[in-house]
């Protein structure tokens, strides 16, 4: 069996796919650089949460987090790698070959 | 903050939404009833691995298994529930506009 006669969900990355860390990573695409509490808002996660699956994400290098200070409060923020936004691109066209089989589909 | 606000990954339903279910429910759907050893190779899994998920996807109410023999031979058949055909439906739109919103992004 060739690789193109798999199911796309096969070519998907755990890493990325996972709901939660897909959210984290579209966030930082379309914001470039994120802060960790913002994310937290946009993804109604606990900090914990949010924290763990920023760990997955760093250790596979797909984001970079940085920590600073905005006047006397640490702060956190979050950016997408070069690998990152790589990932999220291949994440993307596997998930547009799914949609596509699910609609073709549907047509007469 | 109002529901739409919200990140569209915050609507996907994660019993769906990941890789190997999301696999079996696409199939599933194109195939309106399709054998164990047919998602077996498709999906590239385990027996183990996919009873497992199987299992959760019958729990939710999201698909239906009927056992029984061709020829001497058991086996499984798998179709998908009028629940499972909407929450398949919901992730796909769920992740249209998380690929409208990654897409938009990339416009100058």
Redesign the interface.
Known sequence: ?TADA??P??G?D?VV????R??IL??A??ACRVEFGYLR????LTAGNLSQHLGVLETAGLVALEKGYEGKRGRTWITLTPAGTHA?AAE?SR??Q??A???L?DQP
Chains 1, 2 share one sequence.
Not at 41 to 44: D, H, K, S, V
């Open positions: 069996m798999l199911h969900v096969t998907l755990d796919h996972q709901r939660v897909l959210g579209t966030i695409h379309e808002t946009q993804l109604q999220l993307i998930l547009k799914l949609i089989r699910v609609t589909d």
